[in-house]
T-cell receptor, first 113, second 115 residues
Framework: NAGVTQTPKFRVLKTGQSMTLLCAQD?????MYWYRQDPGMGLRLIHY???????AKGEVPDGYNVSRLKKQNFLLGLESAAPSQTSVYFC????????????FGPGTRLLVL | AQSVAQPEDQVNVAEGNPLTVKCTYS??????LFWYVQYPNRGLQFLLK??????LVKGSYGFEAEFNKSQTSFHLKKPSALVSDSALYFC?????????????FGTGTQLKVEL
C-alpha cells in the first residue's frame, strides 16, 4: 500500500513551457486535492475532485488545469508556466465522509525560470 | 468562509520541557479541526483531529490538542519535547456543514527543540 504518490519529485521549467504533475492513490479514496505551498502562506487549494470525471476550482486555480479520468489518478497541468508558479505542489486524498482525514503525497518541487 | 490563525511563526523549546503550538479558527457552525506535521522535504503527516466528544484529543508521537469552543482554539501540546519533534506544524479547519470537504490551513508554526 503506497498511499499517495507524486511524479515527478523535482522539475525545472522555462517560462512558457508546459508540464503535467501526476498524483496517484491506492486507497480507493473518492476525493482528491491539489495544493501549493509557499513560504509564509501555508497550503492553498488549487483544484479538487469529488469523484472520477469531476473537478472543481479551489482558492488559487488560475494558470492550472486538472483532470480525473480514473478514480486513482489526479493530474495537474500547467499550460504556460510562469515564475509565479514556482512552488512545492502537494496532492492529497480522502474518503468522502466529511470527518475523514486527508492523506498527503511527498510533494513536487517546481522551479520556473 | 473559514480561516485559521497560527500566531507564532516559530516556537523554541528546550528538550524535556512542555510545548504548546497555538491555533485559533473561525467557521460558521461547528468545526472539524486537524493538526499536521511536516518534516523537511516531506509531505504533511496527520497527527490528530477533533470531530466531536472529548475536548482533549490524543494523537501520534505523544501529541495532544485541546478544543476550546468559547475561545475558538485548538492548541497542540506535548508534555515533554524531543529534538526529533522539530518540524513545521499546520493547523487546519473544515466546517461541519457547508464548505464541501475543503480544508483551510494556517500558515504554519516552525517548532525548534534544542538540547
Amino acid at each position: 500500500n503506497a498511499g499517495v504518490t507524486q511524479t515527478p519529485k523535482f522539475r525545472v521549467l522555462k517560462t512558457g513551457q508546459s508540464m503535467t504533475l501526476l498524483c496517484a492513490q491506492d486507497m480507493n479514496h473518492e476525493y482528491m486535492y491539489w495544493y501549493r505551498q509557499d513560504p509564509g502562506m501555508g497550503l492553498r487549494l488549487i483544484h479538487y475532485s469529488v469523484g472520477e470525471g469531476t473537478t472543481a476550482k479551489g482558492e488559487v486555480p488560475d494558470g492550472y488545469n486538472v483532470s480525473r479520468l480514473k478514480k486513482q489518478n489526479f493530474l495537474l497541468g500547467l499550460e504556460s508556466a510562469a515564475p509565479s508558479q514556482t512552488s512545492v505542489y502537494f496532492c492529497a486524498s480522502q474518503f468522502r465522509e466529511i470527518q475523514e482525514t486527508q492523506y498527503f503525497g511527498p510533494g513536487t518541487r517546481l522551479l520556473v525560470l | 468562509a473559514q480561516s485559521v490563525a497560527q500566531p507564532e511563526d516559530q516556537v523554541n523549546v528546550a528538550e524535556g520541557n512542555p510545548l504548546t503550538v497555538k491555533c485559533t479558527y473561525s467557521v460558521s457552525g461547528n468545526p472539524y479541526l486537524f493538526w499536521y506535521v511536516q518534516y523537511p522535504n516531506r509531505g504533511l503527516q496527520f497527527l490528530l483531529k477533533y470531530i466531536t466528544g472529548d475536548n482533549l484529543v490524543k494523537g501520534s508521537y505523544g501529541f495532544e490538542a485541546e478544543f476550546n469552543k468559547s475561545q475558538t482554539s485548538f492548541h497542540l501540546k506535548k508534555p515533554s519535547a524531543l529534538v526529533s519533534d522539530s518540524a513545521l506544524y499546520f493547523c487546519a479547519v473544515r466546517p461541519f456543514t457547508g464548505g464541501g470537504n475543503k480544508l483551510t490551513f494556517g500558515t504554519g508554526t516552525q517548532l525548534k527543540v534544542e538540547l
